[in-house]
């Protein structure tokens, strides 16, 4: 008997769903805005939801009733507290399959490991780092960032860049060419209206003024280089933390990398590698090539003990054929 299963990626800026047939070919796919409970609510949550699959079923010619399993990544899913509410709202929709939810850091890992097991460090808009062992234990940082003394975004970055800004304007640090970009990023006078401007709330630098910093550290400015090299080894010493929780000091594992803050210089992935290989030298650092909701579909496939790593290279290759066929740009790393 076929069999079919569903997963959704909720994430802070976008949702997807895809439905996969038991052999890996990818045959409906949804798309949609956040679902992220902090940000919508719980009925934003479901709206989405309901929207995504909607339109996956639609296009697999399915019924709700006729899925083998199901399994989701959602942003926010945070605490052991926020899956029975998760869980209720989804019921209440009508999906009575086997169901997994998790953080939409884990499905990155499933999606991005060659094992299906290993660890994800995020670095996208904020970080977050989630891994598991063989036997499916998990470990995990907050993921509550600055609050936590958890740095490793974007947001993280250009903080850390204005810190030297401010710093050389007062004569505290040393002269950086980001002075000088940060003013004509937002338009400001000189760095003493960037500085008021941004005191004042004249002026705001978004998640895309990370690329002030990747620009200078391309033209070997010290400082900017120096910031990401700071980033770096504070997302490997997320990975440090969860290497700890999972005892895989002396183990070969998948270091999945995910999210756009790494595509901006290479100088992000190799500090990362060599703040972890100081204390997991047998870590391997792979990149997510993949849609994260390929890992969505994968722990859909767990709920039922389906053997999915044969199915991965399929799946991956199946949604990116679709992807491409409606029209659909789909960034695999946000």
Not at 67 to 72: F, V
Not at 92 to 105: H, K, Q, T, Y
Not at 119 to 148: K, L, Y
Not at 285 to 300: D, H, K
Request: proline share 3%; aromatic share 6%.
């Amino acid at each position: 008997m076929k069999q079919y299963f569903l997963g959704v990626d909720v994430g802070g800026s976008k949702c997807h769903a895809v439905i996969s047939d038991d052999r890996g070919t990818v045959l409906g796919f949804g798309a949609g805005h956040t679902g992220n409970h902090e940000m919508v609510g719980y009925e934003g949550f479901s709206a989405e939801v309901k929207s995504v699959t909607k339109q996956a079923l639609t296009m697999a010619g399915l019924e709700q009733n006729e899925l083998t399993a199901i399994g989701m990544g959602i942003a926010g899913l945070d605490w052991p507290t926020d899956e029975p509410l998760h869980r209720d709202v989804i019921r209440r929709l009508g999906f009575n399959s086997p169901m997994g939810l998790v953080n939409d850091a884990v499905i990155g890992l499933i999606a991005g490991s060659r094992t299906g097991w290993g660890i994800s460090v995020v670095a996208g808009t904020g970080s977050n780092c989630r891994g598991r062992d063989q036997n499916g234990r998990e470990g995990r940082v907050s993921g509550v960032g600055r609050w936590s003394g958890e740095y490793g975004g974007a947001g993280d970055l250009i903080r850390r860049a204005m810190h030297s800004v401010t710093k050389a304007w007062a004569c505290r640090g040393p002269e950086t060419i980001l002075s000088q970009k940060f003013v004509e990023h937002v338009g400001a006078r000189d760095v003493m209206d960037l500085l008021e401007g941004l005191s004042r709330e004249r002026y705001q630098l978004n998640s895309a003024a990370v690329m002030v910093v990747f620009e200078a550290a391309r033209a070997q400015d010290p400082v900017a280089l120096d910031a990401i090299r700071w980033l770096g080894s504070e997302l490997g010493d997320l990975a440090i933390g969860v290497i700890r929780q999972l005892h895989f000091e002396d183990v070969a594992f998948d270091l999945v990398l995910t999210g756009s803050v790494y595509k901006g210089s290479p100088l992000v992935a190799e500090s990362v590698g060599e703040t972890v290989h100081e204390v997991a030298p047998r870590a391997t650092l792979v990149r997510l090539t993949a849609p994260p909701v390929v890992g969505a579909v994968m722990l859909a496939m767990e709920q039922v003990k389906v053997d999915h790593i044969p199915l991965r290279e399929q799946l991956i290759r199946s949604i990116n054929h679709m992807l491409a066929s409606e029209g659909y740009a789909v960034e695999p790393n946000e």
